[in-house]
């Protein structure tokens, strides 16, 4: 009788030792699984969350300046930045959308041998930010709409 409640007993913690086991293993491959999968899931939301103003903060400010009339504290030799707000007035009063996410996404065509005026953000954003074509293109979104809702009337 002593045997077999021996056996019972090495066999309850035998039993208990299998499914404490089994519950770190699948709480480990969760774990891992939710750190393969959190890096993309971050990069959509960073780059779907940012407002245009946000992302004006972040990267344009430096250059164009809080009111975005090109009196950012930019370095030389670079030229004084033109002046965001009058783009509509420039452009015949119509807002030059295409243009300027042409200008986010590729930069601006520079005589030779000058230096880069304009980042090309379109593929800062891709290498930096780790952003997909479809991130990239929210952001260029978001940046012309904001630029947009401050032109001067």
């Known amino acids: 009788m002593k045997r ?3 056996i019972g007993r090495f066999l309850s913690a035998l039993i208990a ?3 404490f086991r089994c519950v770190l293993l699948i709480s480990i491959s969760f774990a891992c699984s939710a750190q393969e999968k959190s890096p993309n899931r971050q990069c959509a939301t960073a780059a779907n969350s940012s407002s245009g103003a946000e992302l004006y903060n972040q990267h344009c400010v430096a250059c164009h300046g809080v009111d975005l009339k090109g009196a950012g504290p ?3 030799p670079y030229r004084t930045p033109p ?3 009058t783009l509509t007035q420039r452009h ?3 807002f030059p959308s295409l243009y300027v996410s042409k200008v986010l996404r590729n930069g ?3 005589p030779a041998h000058g230096p880069a005026e304009m980042p090309v953000w379109g593929s ?3 290498a930096k930010d780790q952003l997909d074509r479809a991130q990239v293109s929210a952001r260029v979104r978001a940046l012309v709409k904001y630029i947009r809702s401050m ?3």
């Open 4 to 6: 077999w409640f021996q």
């Open 17 to 19: 030792d299998y499914a």
């Open 74 to 76: 930019f370095p030389p």
């Open 83 to 85: 002046d965001l707000t």
């Open 92 to 94: 015949g009063g119509k």
């Open 108 to 110: 601006v065509t520079l």
């Open 124 to 126: 800062e954003f891709a």
């Open 151 to 153: 032109q001067r009337q």
